[in-house]
């Protein structure tokens, strides 16, 4: 079952990009796409985001994976091996920097699904279903939180082990199918509840969020590229090595362009889907409690664990099962995502090692990762979103709202999500676009492909990428450390 000493690759294309998807569908979906998307003018939003997935997404997403399949290699060795200035070398260590740091606080959550598919299942048994007090509970016991992460990633960990097509593979191929048929059974009960086309509208009516009372103030046209800029390319698994040591696993007969147009759109379907499924589904429970609009949480870890276990508390026994598939679902989406971030940072030690000549140890590598990985996500678990008095800005006494100090997630996610992937993004459409030049990819990209999308490719690559993503980077800096600049 372990592989040693040598690369893996995907059985099928199927088998390859239901694990692109498995990677790109995640937590990002369920829980940032819709309420953003509602907050930031509905179908506008839609539409602008959609904008910058043909424009940026999808050429980012092409790079990656024809920079991968190349080289052969993950990120780090990929990028010394494509490009001879060593200024940009280093670029490779940013796409795993960010993926670790994610993984900090993507396990601590994946283990709260794990909890939550629990107490679901324990409630459907007896009869008496948890509330949203059963979210501050959990994030006050240090010791839970941990024991459940460490669960989440001992589960992330076996599967990797399996290999790429033996265990990544093998997960998505079931995980996946799964995954829409319980979206679609979750979409069916949200939109049987009085008052659910509240929720509709504040996802797609424009502006509806501020009519509706959901918000106070409508945000500003940089505000919404910067947030449509940002979901994106968090929700793509972009700039995270993950899509470059995916691209390295595929055989070289498969078509770059389709598999990219194809998980660009799949990812976004799934993203509207969920937003189908929890948003009715909470906005509709508030308002049947008598909860103001405004207060209703749409978005964020209460979202998931709070606003919707009262949405399923609320349906007396039945709710058991539809909570329990409702956080199987979301269990699937993170541990797929788990995996690719995983692999990414995993990838980059077995090839340097094997590079240099030397023997390594596929599962001796995911071992170590994983455990470095558990050590930190212990502090982000045991802070319980800043519930514990841990917190960074209780530990180093910051009087800030800001992001970055509130809690050791936000933390975790500014310096990944918030600056290393804009600037990884930004950097590595640059030397693409300017330092080695998009021709240098295009036997790649063409292999298996007579389109014409390689002009349009080029254009966007060097053009537009490194613009969107200088922009994406300040507005969020100046939104994690609170700057206000926008
Ligand atoms: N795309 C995932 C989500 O939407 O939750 C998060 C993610 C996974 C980001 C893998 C980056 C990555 F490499």
């Known amino acids: 079952m372990v592989e040693e000493n040598k690369r893996g690759s995907f059985g099928s294309n199927i088998g390859f990009l239901l694990s692109a998807i498995g990677s790109a569908v995640g937590l990002g979906n369920i829980w940032g796409f819709p309420y953003k998307m509602g ?223 194809i998980i660009v759109i799949a990812d976004t379907i799934v993203a509207i889907m969920a937003g189908l499924a929890v948003i009715p589904a909470a906005v509709a429970n508030g308002i049947a409690k008598g909860i103001p609009v405004g207060d209703i949480k749409l978005g964020g870890p209460s979202l998931l664990f709070a606003t919707l276990q009262d949405v399923f508390h609320d349906m007396g026994a039945i709710g058991g099962i539809f909570g329990t598939i409702f956080y199987i679902l979301v269990l699937i989406a993170a541990i797929s995502s788990a995996i690719s971030l995983i692999e990414a940072v995993s990838v980059t030690f077995i090839d340097r090692a094997s590079a240099k000549g030397h023997e390594t140890n596929r599962a001796k590598v995911l071992a170590i990762v994983c455990l470095v990985i558990t050590v930190l996500a212990c502090l982000v678990a045991a802070d319980g979103l800043g519930s514990n008095g841990i917190a960074p800005k209780d530990i180093f006494h910051i009087d800030s709202k800001a992001d970055w100090c509130a809690d050791w997630l936000d933390f975790m996610d500014t310096w990944s999500e918030g600056i290393a992937m804009p600037l990884g993004a930004m950097l590595m459409s640059i030397m693409i676009g300017w330092q080695i030049k998009p021709k240098a990819l295009y036997d790649e990209i063409g292999s298996g492909y007579k389109g014409k999308a390689l002009g349009f490719w080029s254009f966007c690559i060097k053009f537009i990428c490194p613009i969107v993503m200088f922009f994406v980077l300040l507005v969020q800096v100046s939104s994690f450390f609170g700057l206000g600049w926008f």
């Not at 509840?193 to 409508?218: Q, R």
């Open 39 to 261: 907050k930031s003018g509905g179908f506008t939003f839609l539409l602008v985001y959609l904008a910058l997935a043909v424009f940026v997404g999808f050429a980012i997403m092409l790079g990656e994976l024809a920079l991968g399949r190349k080289t052969g290699y993950g990120p780090v060795n990929a990028y010394k091996a494509i490009t001879q200035k060593k200024g940009f070398r280093w670029i490779g260590w940013l796409a795993i920097v960010a993926p670790f740091l994610i993984m900090t606080f993507y396990s601590v959550l994946g283990g709260y699904c794990i909890y939550y598919i629990a107490i679901n299942l324990i409630g459907l048994c007896t009869g008496t279903m948890p509330d949203s007090s059963s979210f501050g509970a959990m994030l006050t016991n240090p010791w839970l939180s941990i024991g459940i992460m460490v669960l989440f990633m001992v589960i992330c960990f076996l599967i990797n082990l399996g290999g790429v097509d033996g265990g990544i593979e093998k997960f998505n191929k079931i995980g996946m199918p799964a995954l829409f048929v319980m979206l679609v059974i979750i979409i069916v009960r949200a939109w049987t509840l009085p008052h659910a086309s509240e929720g509709l509208k504040f996802m797609f009516v424009p502006g509806y969020a501020v009519k509706g009372g959901f918000i106070e103030e409508a945000p500003g046209v940089m505000s919404v590229l910067a947030t449509a800029g940002g979901q994106m390319f968090f929700s793509l698994s972009l700039a995270m090595g993950a899509m470059i040591t995916y691209g390295s696993y595929l055989d070289k007969g498969e078509n770059l362009p389709k598999n990219s147009v």
